[in-house]
């Protein structure tokens, strides 16, 4: 079975920092893309940071320069930096990739790991 997991979520000060974790487990034999999403209460879910495999990343206007996405490709995890936390990043963080299993390829999300910064 092949699933996303996150961690590394909780209450934070503003002006704080936090880590996010993802691990991509099960029989994955490649991955495109691991990336981090989030969605706030009443609002759409939207992209956080996307790394491609062995391409670029891209971040959302709102984060860059305060976020960083990472990659440890050998134990197939990404990971989310977060500084300098603002009462409008409070969100639930979903970890989100493109996984090949099986002999198949399909999109999978995490379960969402929430994130609350007080002001």
């Known amino acids: 079975q092949v699933q996303l997991v996150e961690s590394g979520g909780g209450l934070v000060q503003a002006g704080g920092s936090l880590r996010l974790s993802c691990a991509a487990s099960?029989?994955?034999?490649?991955?495109?893309?691991m990336a981090w999403y989030r969605q706030a209460p009443g609002k759409q879910r939207e992209l956080v940071a996307r790394?491609?495999?062995?391409?670029?990343?891209k971040y959302a206007d709102s984060v860059k320069g305060r976020f960083t996405i990472s990659r440890d490709n050998a134990k197939n995890m990404v990971y989310l930096q977060m500084n300098s936390l603002k009462p409008e990043d409070t969100a639930v963080y979903y970890c989100?990739?493109?996984?090949?299993?099986?002999?198949?390829?399909?999109?999978?999300w995490g379960q969402g790991t929430q994130v609350t910064v007080s002001s």
């Open positions: 989100n990739a493109g996984l090949g299993y099986s002999g198949t390829y399909a999109d999978h």
């Open positions: 790394s491609i495999t062995g391409s670029s990343t």
């Open positions: 099960g029989p994955i034999f490649s991955i495109s893309y």
